[in-house]
C-alpha cells in the first residue's frame, strides 16, 4: 500500500489528515506494529533547535544617492561579504566582531531579527557608475529589500558525541569538555530530528517546504559535507555518525528571535540557533517504520577531542536512549552526559508544525530533485 | 616577607590522583594552609573540593603549580549564580558540566536549577551559549 502526496494533502484540506509529533510516534510504536502506524498517522513532525554554524544572511539594502558598491562592509562592526553585486551582501553567523569574542554575525542576524538597527559602515572604490566612496547608515528589516537565510549547512543527520581524554579542560564547539572523560556532550535532538526520520531522503530533497526559523522556509540544495557513504546501522539504516546535510534558504523577514538566537562558545567563537522542522509524510510502510524509530536505536560514537587530529579515536558506539539519560559508561565509569542541542524547543517546534497542518496552513511538498546531488565526502591527508 | 592572603578554589581531581595525598603534600612542601570546605572523593572516582588556601601569594601560586602538575583543574569560586530564564534555551550545555548536578533537564527538557546543591564553581557560566548564566561575586 502507497499513499502519496496529494493524498496526504488532501486529507489536510478536508481536516482529516493524522498528524503526529516524532516523539508521539516513538511511543505508538512501542505498542503498536510499523503496518498499524502506516494505516492511523498521515504525518509526522519533526523538530531540532541546534547550534549551525553554516548559516548566514544575504541582504539587499536597496540603492544609495550617489550610488555606492558595498565593498568593504561591516554590520555592526562584524565584516560582512561585498564580493557581490553592489549592494549585495552576506552576512556569515561565525565571523567575529572586530576587537570583540562574543559578538559576531550570528548576534546581527539575530538583532535584525528583532527589529533593531544595525550599523552599516562600507567603502568602495568609486566608479562612474558608482562613484560612492564610502557610506554610513543604519538598517533594519523595514527599509532593506531583502533578507533572507541561506545556509549552505544545517540539519546534520547524526553527529559524534564529544568527550576529552586529556588532563585539560577544552573549550570546543561542543562544549566545555572536562578533563579525564569528565563528561560527554552531543548534538542533536535524536528521535525529534528530521533526517534520522528520512536515513534515504526518499521524501526530503530540493524543493522541501520546511519550518525555518519560525516561519516557512525550503531545502535549496544538498548541504555542504554530505556525506552518503557512512557507514550505516544495519537494521535502522541510519548513519553511525554525521551522514546527510541540507542546504537551507527562508525569509529573514519572517523570523521570530524564539527560533533563532545567536551563540557564543567560549573558547571557539559565535555559532547560530537555529529552529528546524521537516514534515515526513508517511507514504508507505517504509516511511513509518523510520518515522518510529527511537532513540534507542539512533547510534553514535562519542569521540575523544583530547587527541587533536581530523581522525579523532572512537571512545565508544552508543545510542540516545543512553545519552540522554544524563550518564554514559566509559570504560566502567559513569560519566555525565548532556545534549547541546534544546530538546525542550526542538519539541515545540514539531508542535508548530503540526498545528501548522492541521489548521491547514501547512501543505506538504513532492521535491522537485532527488538528493544526494554529488554524495562524496573528502578529506585532506596530514599536512 | 608579605602578608598571608586566603584563596577559595574548586579542585577538579581525576581518578589516577584521588588516591595520593595531595592536601597534606600541600600542606608540608608548599607552606599553605588547607582549609576543606566541602570535598566528595571516592576511591577510583573523579572527585572535587572546595577549599580556602592560605599562605604568602608567593606559596600559593606554587601550590596551584604543584595541582596543576598532578594533573587537578582550579577554578575560581563565586558567590552566587542566577539564571536568566528569558534567556535560556534549554540547551543542557550547562548541565554536562554540572559536577555537583544543581543544574539538571527535568522530564519535560527544561533546566532546573538546586541552588542548595551548586558549589559555585563558575563552570556553567563558561558552558553556557547564550549568556544566560550571570555569576555574582
Known amino acids: 500500500m502507497k499513499r502519496s502526496i496529494e493524498e496526504i494533502n488532501e486529507k489536510i484540506r478536508k481536516g482529516k489528515a493524522v498528524v503526529l509529533r516524532a516523539d508521539e510516534i516513538v511511543e505508538m510504536r512501542k505498542k503498536e506494529k510499523v503496518k498499524e502506524i502506516f494505516k492511523k498517522v498521515d504525518i509526522v513532525t519533526t523538530g531540532t533547535f541546534g547550534m549551525m554554524c553554516s548559516s548566514g544572511a544575504f541582504i539587499n539594502t536597496g540603492h544609495f544617492n550617489p550610488p555606492t558598491k558595498l565593498q568593504e562592509v561591516t554590520l555592526n562592526d562584524v565584516k560582512a561579504y561585498g564580493g557581490v553585486a553592489a549592494v549585495d551582501i552576506y552576512i556569515g553567523a561565525t565571523e567575529k566582531a572586530n576587537g570583540r569574542e562574543d559578538y559576531g554575525g550570528a548576534h546581527v542576524i539575530e538583532a535584525l531579527v528583532k527589529g533593531e538597527k544595525i550599523k552599516l559602515k562600507a567603502k568602495a572604490y568609486p566608479t562612474d557608475c558608482y562613484p560612492g566612496k564610502e557610506i554610513e547608515v543604519y538598517i533594519s528589516l523595514k527599509n532593506i529589500n531583502q533578507a533572507f537565510l541561506f545556509n549552505p549547512r544545517n540539519c546534520y543527520q547524526n553527529y559524534n558525541a564529544a568527550t576529552n581524554s586529556s588532563k585539560e579542560v577544552l573549550y570546543t564547539y561542543m562544549g566545555v569538555l572536562l578533563p579525564n572523560f569528565g563528561n560527554v556532550m552531543f548534538s542533536t535532538s535524536g528521535e525529534l530530528s528530521p533526517l534520522h526520520k528520512d536515513p534515504f531522503f526518499r521524501t526530503i530533497g530540493i524543493g522541501t517546504k520546511i519550518f525555518i526559523g519560525g516561519t516557512e522556509g525550503y531545502v535549496a540544495w544538498e548541504g555542504t559535507q554530505f556525506n552518503w557513504y557512512a557507514e550505516r546501522d544495519k537494521f535502522t539504516n541510519l548513519p553511525i555518525g554525521p551522514g546527510g546535510t541540507l542546504a537551507l534558504i527562508g525569509n529573514l523577514k519572517e523570523m521570530k528571535s524564539e527560533f533563532l538566537k545567536a551563540a557564543y562558545i567560549k573558547g571557539y567563537g559565535i555559532s547560530l540557533f537555529l529552529g528546524i522542522g521537516i514534515p515526513i509524510p508517511l507514504i508507505d510502510e517504509e516511511m513509518a517504520f523510520y518515522a518510529s524509530i527511537s532513540n534507542e536505536m539512533i547510534k553514535t560514537k562519542i569521540l575523544d577531542y583530547g587527541v587533536k587530529r581530523l581522525d579523532r579515536p572512537v571512545v565508544k558506539i552508543t545510542n540516545y536512549k543512553e545519552l540522554f539519560s544524563g550518564w554514559v559508561e566509559i570504560n566502567g565509569k559513569k560519566v555525565k552526559s548532556a545534549p547541546r542541542t534544546s530538546i525542550y524547543k526542538s519539541i515545540e517546534i514539531a508542535e508548530i508544525l503540526k498545528s501548522w497542518i492541521k489548521n491547514k496552513k501547512f501543505y506538504l511538498t513532492n521535491y522537485v530533485k532527488k538528493l544526494p546531488i554529488e554524495g562524496g565526502f573528502k578529506k585532506w591527508e596530514e599536512i | ?137
Not at chain 2, 584521588?18 to 599553605?32: D, F, G, Q, R, S
Request: positive net charge.
Open chain 2, 1 to 137: 616577607m608579605g602578608r598571608n592572603i586566603k584563596e577559595r578554589v574548586f579542585l577538579l581531581f581525576p581518578k589516577k590522583v584521588v588516591n595520593y595525598p595531595i592536601t597534606a603534600m600541600l600542606i608540608k612542601e608548599k607552606n599553605v594552609f588547607v582549609n576543606i570546605l566541602k570535598a566528595e572523593i571516592m576511591p577510583n572516582e573523579d572527585g572535587y573540593m572546595i577549599v580556602d588556601i592560605e599562605g604568602k601569594e608567593k606559596d600559593i601560586e606554587e601550590a596551584k603549580k604543584f595541582l596543576k602538575e598532578k594533573g587537578v583543574s582550579i577554578f575560581p569560586i563565586s558567590q552566587k549564580i542566577i539564571i536568566n530564564d528569558k534567556e535560556c534555551i534549554n540547551c543542557g550545555s550547562c548541565v554536562g558540566v554540572c559536577i555537583p548536578g544543581a543544574l539538571f533537564l527535568n522530564k519535560m527538557f527544561k533546566l532546573e536549577f538546586k541552588p542548595e546543591k551548586c558549589i559555585l564553581c563558575s563552570m556553567c557560566k563558561d558552558a553556557c551559549p547564550v549568556g544566560a548564566i550571570e555569576i555574582i561575586g
